[in-house]
């Protein structure tokens, strides 16, 4: 029967308790009147709660609706348990037996007592606001606890592989992203005074003298790091020009440039500081490869004295660079040098590659860095690797040839990498400056940008520094 106390609690802004009223299935309710039983108790408990006269008449119409819609729709013959809703409230029912009322321990207000077989139902009218409110803070509750295991897992998984991890954003979303395989932030750069790379005939493109700072946002956080081109193409080592009498030449790509780190951080400009007797010039730009380093060394090689030292940085990803792969001038055609350079300006850019001709010697090709000019060079396949193997190779024999005292630095690779091995065998120093990137050794910059952070900067020029004097290739 309908308790007093609920229906008057009904009339609040949400309900504290359910309203239970007791309809008979073996009745239909159609018409717009209450059975005289029901209709007696609810207007009986209502000037205890009502506070208008339209919640009264809302009251009422609730219940009505109800004994309509039950008796019409037979949900006695379809069901023993369901639910169904009136705008602005929920509604539930249940039957049940004799016997099962005997062997329940509720009470008379919880389970309906029913004379013999179904004939009987309860049905529970509550707020349906009360529910929204109810299901919002359990969802909330279970999105924080989601939210705080997995940025507990993330904390957990990289202090065991010890590497660096920036946090942006939800935890959640990062995890259900990479589990998904979805890059979990689109990285967009940004540079102060644009442009930072400008075309050239020879080299494909490089940098404009400046001071710059470049940004990399990732969902709402930005890292800035500072880039400062002394010279055309060549970045800055220290806070003034250096006039030494010899001169040390490093060339390569992004991880010599030290990209992603401020200028001090860089491994050249810590060498600089290490051996000021020397000037340091950093050569090496993003995306240049060891086909790059040839052209630059050929322009410059009449003024590279005997005492000076020509460093060439080698890693196996260098292989795709130097011949050219299409894989590699896909990546290139979207990456950072026209985003920071322009497309427009760097649309009809080409790219310097190596070639191994049938006699052994080496030629220098050009393709067209952008996808769209270069007659679909970039759908094709990549090369067999023993092809570009012998690409590298060709370059580094030249330049070899150019500069027996040249230094290869090893970046990154396998043990037995073919280029290195060759190298050695052609009467190269050969320096592992290799670092392991599962140990304290190596950082990066999370997912704003994967290149090595000034820890491994730092160990790349600990481990290149000492091995140049341990061989007395430098006399500090």
């Known amino acids: ?45 209502l000037p205890e709660g009502a506070q208008t006269a339209g919640e009264v008449v809302q009251a009422i119409a609730d219940v009505l609706w109800v004994a309509r819609t039950f008796g019409r729709a037979g949900y006695c013959q379809a069901t023993r348990h369901g639910s169904f809703r009136r705008p602005g409230r929920a509604w539930s029912y249940a039957i049940v037996s004799e016997a099962e009322k005997r062997n329940s321990h509720q009470s008379e207000s919880e389970v309906l007592i029913a004379p013999a077989g179904f004939s009987t139902v309860v049905i529970t009218l509550e707020c349906l606001m009360k529910r929204l409110v109810f299901v919002a803070i359990t969802a909330a509750i279970a999105a924080a606890l989601l939210e705080l295991f997995s940025s507990l897992f993330l904390f957990r998984y990289h202090s065991a592989k010890e590497a660096a991890f920036v ?48 940004g990399f946002t990732a969902g709402t956080k930005t890292r800035f790091f500072h880039y400062t081109v002394a010279k055309r193409g060549i970045r800055a080592t220290s806070y003034k020009q250096t006039h030494r009498p010899h ?23 810590l060498l600089q500081a290490k051996f000021p007797n020397y000037n340091v010039l950093n050569f090496a730009q993003t995306g240049y490869g060891i ?55 760097l649309s009809k850019a080409v790219y310097p590659v190596a070639r191994s001709t049938k006699d052994g010697d080496l030629a220098i090709e050009y393709i067209q860095i952008s996808c769209e000019l270069n007659d679909g060079y970039c759908e094709r396949p990549d090369p067999p690797q023993s092809e570009m193997i012998e690409a590298t190779k060709a370059s580094t024999r030249f330049l070899r040839k150019m500069n027996p005292e040249v230094v290869l630095a090893y970046l990154n690779g396998a043990d037995g990498d073919p280029v290195v091995k060759y190298a050695r065998e052609i009467g190269l120093r050969v320096i592992d400056i290799r670092l392991d990137q599962g140990t304290p050794e190596w950082d990066d910059f999370g997912q704003f940008d994967a290149h090595p ?24």
């Open 247 to 269: 001169s040390i030449f490093l060339f390569g790509d992004s991880v010599v440039l030290g990209w992603g780190n401020n200028d001090e951080h860089s491994m050249p400009w």
């Open 453 to 476: 952070g000034p820890t491994a900067q730092y160990n790349y020029f600990r481990k290149l520094s000492k091995a140049l004097i341990e061989d007395r290739i430098i006399v500090p």
């Open 1 to 45: 029967m309908i308790s007093s106390a609920c229906i008057a609690s009904a009339f609040g802004s949400c309900c504290s308790a359910p309203r239970e009223l007791q309809l008979n299935c073996g009745r239909v309710y159609h018409r717009q009147a209450l059975p005289p039983s029901i209709a007696g108790e609810l207007l009986e408990a």
């Open 291 to 345: 086909t790059h380093a040839l052209i630059q060394y050929r322009a410059m090689a009449d003024r590279v004295t005997p005492d000076d030292l020509v460093i060439l940085p080698y890693a196996d990803y260098y292989l795709a660079r130097n011949y050219g792969a299409p894989s590699w001038i896909r990546t290139l055609s979207n990456g950072l040098e026209n985003n920071l350079g322009g497309k427009k300006r």
């Open 167 to 214: 946090p942006t954003g939800s935890s959640t979303i990062y995890l259900a992203e990479k589990a998904l395989r979805i890059s979990p932030f689109a990285v967009t750069p940004s540079i102060d005074n644009p442009p930072l790379y400008i075309m050239d005939s020879d080299l494909g493109f490089t940098t404009l003298p400046g001071q710059y700072r470049i």
